[in-house]
């Protein structure tokens, strides 16, 4: 009894010993995945993530953000400000992953990975394409941008409850990436170069 006594508590030693070793390596090779929900809970994020993709000239263009809802608040010029730069989203920054060197109304942006933010306006609202990436929604850096687009703007019919982000009007090697919420569309032309 004492010798196997004495193996179980060996075995044991040596089973916590290991899973603090290897604690480490799991937490380090797990990816920080921003835009996922935590597996310990069951409740459904209030702006839940969602992706906007499209392939152009053979390669894919991906673009990953978080959904916010109106939920009875005044969006535009309310809780989304005018001449304030916007995450274009919620929680983190709204990336842009693509595979293809792009023309993005008038701006060349090469093959690679970005953060996507807005400058909403009463009038023109401006694209920003910046070169920061990985980082919260709000940590916006100026300096980091690589170009600021006009968008077009267009009206809603009907208010749209959850912000979206979306290619259409796909022909070829072009696109058009609109963001909508409440009542406002805003879009700009993509082409693959």
């Excluded at 004492?2 to 179980?8: A, G, V």
């Excluded at 969602?50 to 053979?58: E, L, R």
Aim: proline share 8%; glycine share 6%.
């Amino acid at each position: 009894m004492t010798r196997t006594r004495s193996l179980l508590i060996a075995t044991l030693s040596l089973s916590a010993a290991l899973s603090a070793a290897l604690l480490p390596c799991r937490a380090a090779a797990q990816p920080q995945a921003a835009h996922t929900q935590a597996a310990t809970t069951d409740k459904p994020l209030p702006s839940p993530p969602a992706q906007a993709q499209v392939t152009m000239a053979g390669k894919a263009v991906v673009i990953d953000y978080n959904t916010p809802m109106m939920r009875g608040r005044k969006i535009m010029g309310g809780l989304v400000p005018y001449d304030k730069v916007w995450r274009t989203g919620a929680n983190p920054a709204t990336s842009l992953k693509t595979q293809t060197d792009l023309r993005i109304g008038s701006a060349q942006v090469p093959a690679g990975s970005y953060t996507l933010y807005t400058l909403p306006s009463a009038g023109t609202w401006m694209l920003i394409i910046n070169k920061q990436t990985g980082q919260w929604g709000t940590q916006y850096d100026q300096a980091q941008d690589l170009a600021r687009v006009p968008m077009n703007k267009a009206s809603l019919p009907q208010p749209q409850e959850k912000m979206s982000i979306t290619f259409e009007n796909t022909h070829g090697d072009s696109t058009e990436l609109h963001v909508r919420w409440e009542t406002t569309d805003v879009s700009v032309p993509v082409r693959a170069q």
